[in-house]
């Protein structure tokens, strides 16, 4: 039966990350997880893109520049100060839930992470899936290149 999830991701700003994102697609892979990976010709892309789909709509979307480590979600010091952005729909079931437990494991009264309600009506009527299906129309138009 074929995998009703797919990953797509888009990361590595230089060559000498290459390697490293090429074993992180392949550990994915022999994980089972149907996992597109690509990259910005000419190395130019320095945001790394999560695309996750379900039966070929996207339910979760994380864009950002931390990189995807141990090191850079955890509760190094100095904290990585970078931007990421994740929205998800109902059908990621359990992220939030996940999510919470991930970022407030340690009972931090100042967690690391923002989290926030998002309402359609304040996004100019764009909802989280249209959001995402625009996300993925777009970065899957940039000239990409497969790992």
């Given at each position: 039966m074929r995998n009703p999830i797919?990953?797509?991701?888009?990361?590595?700003?230089?060559?000498?990350?290459?390697e490293r994102y090429r074993a992180f697609r392949d550990s994915l892979a022999a994980a089972g997880v149907s996992v597109d990976a690509y990259?910005?010709?000419g190395m130019n892309w320095h945001a790394?893109?999560?695309?996750?789909?379900?039966n070929g709509k996207c339910i979760?979307?994380?864009?950002g520049s931390s990189n995807v480590t141990r090191r850079a979600f955890g509760t190094s010091v100095p904290f990585n100060n970078e931007c990421d952005v994740a929205l998800w729909t109902r059908g990621a079931?359990?992220?939030g839930q996940w999510l919470?437990?991930?970022?407030?494991?340690?009972?931090?009264?100042f967690p690391p992470v923002i989290r926030s309600s998002y309402s359609a009506r304040a996004n100019r009527g764009v909802s989280i899936p249209d959001r995402l299906r625009v996300l993925r129309d777009e970065v899957l138009s940039e000239n990409l290149a497969p790992l």
């Open positions: 797919k990953l797509t991701t888009v990361g590595v700003h230089n060559y000498g990350w290459r990259y910005k010709k790394k893109i999560f695309l996750l789909e379900r979760l979307g994380i864009v079931h359990g992220f919470d437990g991930a970022v407030y494991e340690n009972g931090d009264d």
